[in-house]
Structures are given as C-alpha cells and as structure tokens.
C-alpha cells in the first residue's frame, strides 16, 4: 500500500501560504512598534505578493524525473 499525501488545489496552497506569512510579517511589524495601520498595509501587501507568485510559480509540474 502506497500512502500519498491528499491533493490541494494550487489556489488554495497560494491563500494559505500568502496568509501565513503576511500575519507573520503583520505580527513582527507590531512587536517592532509600527502602527497597526502600517503594519496592515505591509500584511495585505505581503498577501497579494505571496499570492501571486506562489500562484503563478509555485507549481511542482516543471520538476519531473530524469530517466
């Protein structure tokens, strides 16, 4: 028996790993003493970023075994 881990969309994979980090960044800009103001703007911004690129490049389809 050949266990494998569940399949998740690639959409779902960006959100959750855009959301991880951007609260990570949003959290370590409020313990520095930033206002939450600016430290939301950061957070969101880091959102859309981390998105985006894990979106877009973040696929494993372009590694495959060499035979």
């Given at each position: 028996m050949h266990l494998r881990s569940p399949s998740?969309?690639?959409g779902t994979s960006a959100f959750l790993w855009a959301?991880?980090?951007a609260l990570y960044v949003w959290g370590f800009l409020l313990a520095l003493g930033?206002?939450?103001a600016m430290a939301f703007i950061v957070?969101?911004?880091?959102?859309?970023g981390v998105f985006l690129f894990?979106?877009?490049?973040?696929?494993?389809?372009?590694?495959?075994?060499?035979?």
């Open positions: 998740v969309a690639g959301l991880g980090f930033d206002s939450n957070g969101a911004l880091t959102f859309c894990v979106r877009t490049r973040g696929t494993q389809g372009h590694l495959r075994r060499r035979s």
